[in-house]
């Protein structure tokens, strides 16, 4: 098999990127070591910059994000039972849009398929060759039949635990790793939000977090133990625990009930440096991570894609390497800024284990100068909706 961009992942940073190449003419295959299926089980992000919704437009999948999604124009927060909101089109015309990454995933699944791009499933034993040459390849099992893929570049869109990173020699790779010391045991459930907007909680019992996919799908996340198990939890003691860190007027109104949904995810900040080696360009997990707090983990693989695809047409198109040759700078110039609100937003807004009493106090004065101060305010939406790619 030959293709000019060959893409290890199929979630929604190899997909986008995908779909974006092949509208643009240039020849991909996507490689996925799951199944379609299991890749759509996935519950993960809910919170869409303008930059990721203008991109799915360009890939020709936006049509039921349009008609099913709805726009969001600021967050509520609250310390124990005082709440604010902050009002994003009060400091930045930039809406963002909620709707939950499992649907654009299967949006751009069905938008490759209609328009006849190629995607692999259930890719084993991958090994990627010759990286620092004008030709590598691929190399891998298909449902357990050996394939060949000659290409002109690689990216690797394969996740944190996926294989690509390794490929840059750990002696050339700086790694950057925070790894936070309790996790967000989360929830769906088929119940009215209780807010129209976002509810991001810092409460004595830990941090919770409102938030919805639809009207009649709530999105629930309160902080855990770092090695807690959802077996701990049922959905009672979700919802007592969720009601105790909200203020009364939300505890008092939430509707409960089944979850159709529930997992723990860990929180980590996670950067590799450089995103590039060779012909292999790494977008989204695969070179970052960033804690859901700020929403930012899908996004910022979105201008990750950004970047990358600018860089491939300019090549493809005007013969021209520069874009490419300046991708991991370009992109990592963002992923910090982004690294940087998302760490500010959980450092401000959970319980750390080993918080001192001073420490509670200045995470109380850094919440009550945001609830004062519009300067503080339009530094939060600026970050919130997206910086400019
Ligand atoms: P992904 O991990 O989504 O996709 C990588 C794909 O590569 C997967 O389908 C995987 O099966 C495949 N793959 C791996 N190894 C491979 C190999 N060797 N060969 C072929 N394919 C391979 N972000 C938010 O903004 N808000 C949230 O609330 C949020 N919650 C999250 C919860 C969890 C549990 C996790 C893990 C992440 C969460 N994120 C959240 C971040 C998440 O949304 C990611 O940013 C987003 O999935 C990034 O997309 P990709 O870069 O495509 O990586
Ligand atoms: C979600 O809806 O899953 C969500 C929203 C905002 C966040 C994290 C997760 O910061």
Known sequence: MRVQVAIVGGGPSGLLLGQLLHNAGIKTVVLERKTREYVLTRIRAGVLERGLVDMLEEAGAADRLHAE?????GIMLSSNNT?????????????????GQTELTRDL???????????L???????????????PSIDCKVSGEPLHIDCDYIAGCDGFHGVCRQYIPVEKRKEYLKDYPFGWLGILSETAPVHHELIYSNSDRGFALCSMRNQNLSRYYVQCDINDSVDNWTDNAFWNELKRRLPERFASTIETGTSIEKSIAPLRSFVCEPMQWGNLYLCGDAAHIVPPTGAKGLNTAASDVRYLYAALTQRYTDNDECKLQNYSQTALERVWKVERFSWWMTSMLHRFPDQSEFDIKIQQAEIAFLQQSEAAQASLAINYVGLPY
Not at 89 to 97: F, N, R
């Open 69 to 73: 999604s709805f726009r969001h124009t």
């Open 83 to 99: 709440y604010f909101e902050v009002t994003f089109d009060k400091y930045v015309d930039q809406p963002m849009t909620i709707y």
């Open 109 to 119: 699944y069905d938008a490759r398929e209609r328009a006849g791009g190629a995607t």
């Open 121 to 135: 499933f259930n890719v084993d034993k991958l090994t990627l060759n010759d990286l620092n040459t004008r030709s």
